[in-house]
């Protein structure tokens, strides 16, 4: 993760597009988002524009990132422009589409959003499964996007269609009668993005590998499957291998048993240093990644 100010994370990460050509959308997307914390939107609208002229999926992205800089900046009608120029793209991929389609949503414009969640949900590949067989198979591409499109079609007050009822998830069904109603709140420790290789260079029997991104990939799921499960708040606490070390030293107790995580975990809830879960769709991730959920976690996950 790129440290200091927002401005210089954008410079950082456009020194990287020479060293890494082959990620190059990504970096151009992600250099944009730092500009715009930085409060520079048209070097983040110019990079954006180089995103889009690479076209395919990343592209389609950029297409949508950059209808939301000009929305966000009262320019409604190349924003608008933005969009139908991602309309008449032939990609497959349905991201670019369901993205395009939450902005809309956010935005309150319920019908447009409907017609895009539409062309996301007929880019889906027949053989995906929307139901919860697979392993998290309600977090897939297919789920996500026609859970949205039922949500949008049920506040604009239309009947469920086919697609509608090809949705299944937990909060479905009524709950088991033999089944105990869940807690109303979880408190979940976590190590952040940044701290993870560091607590598995400390403890590498506590943290046995130093994947970050898998590791967050993990506790978004598990976070998801609480949810669905009815718990009504999920908190998440974030451990540090400072504040652990630190909290251990303090109390006399061993950093990687159990009881001191939790002793830990309950100190920091106690200071105010939680999150709740999940983040609202534009405002910073939970996993410390810098960037906004909905680009970050709160993205759609492909099986």
Known sequence: MKTGTAAETAAQLEAELE????????????????????GDDDRAIALLTQAVALGGEEGGNARVELAEVLFDLDRAEEAQTCLDELRNEPLSSPVPYYLAAE????RGELQQALTWFDLAAARLSAPEPTGGNAEFGFFTH??????ARRRV????????????????????DAP???????????????????????????????????????????????????SESGIARIVLVPLTTAKLQEFATRTG????AEDTRLACMNEIFEEGGAIDWPPARNERCWCGSGGKYKKCC??????
């Open 298 to 303: 709160g993205r759609p996950v492909s099986i």
């Open 153 to 172: 079609r049920r506040a604009l007050g239309l009947p469920p269609d086919e697609q509608d009822e090809s949705v299944q998830s937990p909060s479905d």
């Open 142 to 147: 297919a789920n996500h996007i026609l859970t």
């Open 103 to 106: 902005l809309l949503e956010h």
């Open 19 to 38: 060293k890494y050509p082959e990620e190059r959308g990504e970096i151009l997307l992600e250099a944009a988002q730092a500009w715009r914390q930085a």
């Open 253 to 256: 107790s061993d950093p990687a």
């Open 176 to 226: 088991a009668p033999a089944q105990p109603a869940p807690p109303g709140e979880v408190r979940v420790l976590f190590w952040p993005r940044a701290e993870i290789p560091r607590a598995h260079e400390a403890w590498p029997n506590l943290v046995q590998h130093a994947d970050a991104d898998a590791a967050i990939a993990d506790r978004e799921a598990a976070n998801r499957e609480l």
